[in-house]
Every structure is written in C-alpha cells, then in structure tokens.
C-alpha cells in the first residue's frame, strides 16, 4: 500500500539557519507532490507543488526537490524565522489527482 | 484562493449521538473533500463529494457512517453518526485551490476544521 514518511520527531533549529524537512514516499509513483503548512487550530495552507519532471522548485525562501529515483522529496526554509514554526506537511499525489498526506513535520525556530 | 467557514468549530459529544459538519465556501467549487485528522496521525481523506451526485468513499469510510450532502455549489455537510470516542478527531473541508486549475494538480485550500471529542 501506499506509504508516505516524514520524520515525526520535531526538528529544533536556531533562527538564520537553514531547515531541511524529508519526506519519504514507497509503493507508488506520484505525478507530483506538494507541500503544505499547518499551524494549530487551523487548516493546511498550500505552499509549493512539484511536478515529477521537475528536480526542484523556489519560492522566496522555500525550495522543494523531488528525486523519483530516490522516491523522496526535501523541503528547505533558508534564513528561517520563529514565524516559520509550524508543522509541514507532504503530499504526493495518491491516485485520481487527489494528494495524500504525511502525519508532517513540526519545526521550532529558535530565536 | 476560496475561503472556507467551517461550523461547529469544537464540540464535546455523547457517544451514540450524531452530529452534523457544515462546510460553507465563498465561490462555488465542483469538487469538495472532507478529510479526518486523527491526533498524531495523517489527514485521512474520508470521501469527494460532487454537486449533484453521491459522494465517492474512500476505503474504510461509508456512507451510513459517514453521511454526506452536497445541496449547491457552495454548501456541504458531513454527519458523524452513532459516534464513539474513537471518531475523536478533527475534520476538515477542503475544495480546489483555483491554482488546480492553472496547475492541473489538484491544490486545495482547506477550512479552519471542527473539533470533536467524544465521551
């Protein structure tokens, strides 16, 4: 069945630093994957999708990669900020072009 | 992007007892989705629901458990019926994102969630 792994241990960095999230996909091939924010109490918020064909994609401070080979994608906050503190989920398409989502990744930006 | 009110926000619930999600969205959207978010755990997709059509199910999920309606373009309920500690859980709204459109992806902006626990 299909599988989707982020570390579920919460990654702990100092402010001005750069944050690298994994996300581990097996058992299928997705046609794209994204990556979405959660803060508590609320819902996911959408921030970057990357297309199988593409190796890595930027918005401002956030780039993703996606390695099909490897079945595995890395999410990076360059220069983070204690505003970045959430929980970032990953979502590679699950069939029908419906994503599915990791349980994601709680970071703490240190001030 | 749409933006999405989500009805109740939080409630406590007897066991046995059902309630009913209201998903109300500003734009009308063809496709709505309802997903579980259990503590710990993924957001579980519970089921599509389509203006006009029944609701499409997914593995583990079903309709006299989880009744849903789709009235307009705009409106969705999900019940939660004959509750029991184990539907403690958040559950969330979610329609296409207008980036699915320009993407071809389907992007989805998702409502704010309801609470329930269930005693």
């Known amino acids: 069945s299909q599988k989707i792994e982020q570390n579920s241990e919460a990654l702990n960095i100092q402010e001005g630093k750069t944050a690298t999230l994994t996300c581990n996909y097996t058992n299928y091939s997705p046609a794209y994957l994204q990556w979405y924010r959660q803060d508590p109490g609320r819902g996911p918020v959408f921030l970057l999708l990357i297309r199988e064909n593409e190796k890595e994609k930027r918005k401002e401070r956030l780039k993703v990669t996606f390695d099909t080979t490897l079945k595995q994608s890395l999410f990076h906050i360059t220069a983070s900020q204690p505003a970045d503190s959430a929980t970032y989920l990953c979502?590679?398409?699950?069939?029908?072009?419906?994503?599915?989502f990791g349980r994601g990744t709680s970071l703490i930006v240190h001030p | 992007s749409a933006v999405i009110s989500q009805k109740p926000s939080r409630d406590i619930c007897q066991r046995g007892t059902s309630l009913t999600i209201q998903c109300q969205v500003d734009?009308?959207?063809?496709?709505m989705f309802w997903y579980r978010q259990q503590p710990g755990q993924s957001l579980t997709l519970i089921a599509t629901a389509n203006q006009g059509s029944e609701a499409t199910y997914e593995s583990g999920f079903v309709i006299d458990k989880f009744p849903i309606s789709r009235p307009n373009l705009t409106f969705s309920t999900l019940t939660v019926s004959n509750m029991s500690p184990e539907d403690s859980s958040i559950y969330l709204c979610?329609?296409?994102?207008?980036?699915?459109?320009?993407?071809?992806?389907?992007?989805?902006?998702f409502g704010a969630g309801s609470r329930l626990t269930v005693l």
């Open positions: 734009s009308q959207v063809t496709m």
């Open positions: 979610s329609v296409e994102d207008l980036r699915t459109t320009l993407s071809g992806a389907n992007v989805l902006t």
């Open positions: 979502a590679p398409e699950g069939g029908s072009y419906i994503p599915t």
